[in-house]
């Protein structure tokens, strides 16, 4: 079965940093895609960043140059440096495949930026 167990979410103030994980198991990683995604109540969940198995990656222009995704092929994980936090960047954060075929969602991380 797989799985996908999402931590780091913290409050922090505005400017400061952050560091997410997202630990995969159940199945074999490598091949596909992956990816942040985030969702703040009442809105659907949106596209971040994502990496492909070769390290290529992709951001949505709100985060470019402030955030950082990574990938570890050899331990199933993945992370998400984030710098320069705003308060739009409040949300609870989740780790899935890159795709219309998703796995099933894991719990989330939250993450809020406040003073």
């Known amino acids: 079965q797989v799985r996908l167990v999402e931590s780091g979410g913290a409050v922090v103030q505005p400017g400061q940093s952050l560091r997410l994980s997202c630990e995969f198991s159940?199945?074999?990683?490598?091949?596909?895609?992956m990816a942040w995604y985030r969702q703040v109540p009442g809105n659907q969940r949106e596209f971040v960043a994502s990496?492909?198995?070769?390290?290529?990656?992709e951001y949505t222009s709100s985060v470019k140059g402030r955030f950082t995704i990574s990938r570890n092929n050899a331990n199933n994980t993945m992370s998400l440096e984030m710098n320069s936090l705003r308060f739009e960047d409040t949300a609870v954060y989740y780790c899935?495949?890159?795709?219309?075929?998703?796995?099933?969602w894991g719990q989330g991380t939250q993450v809020t930026v406040s003073f």
């Open positions: 899935n495949k890159r795709s219309s075929m998703l796995f099933s």
């Open positions: 159940g199945t074999d990683f490598t091949p596909f895609p």
């Open positions: 990496i492909t198995s070769r390290g290529s990656s």
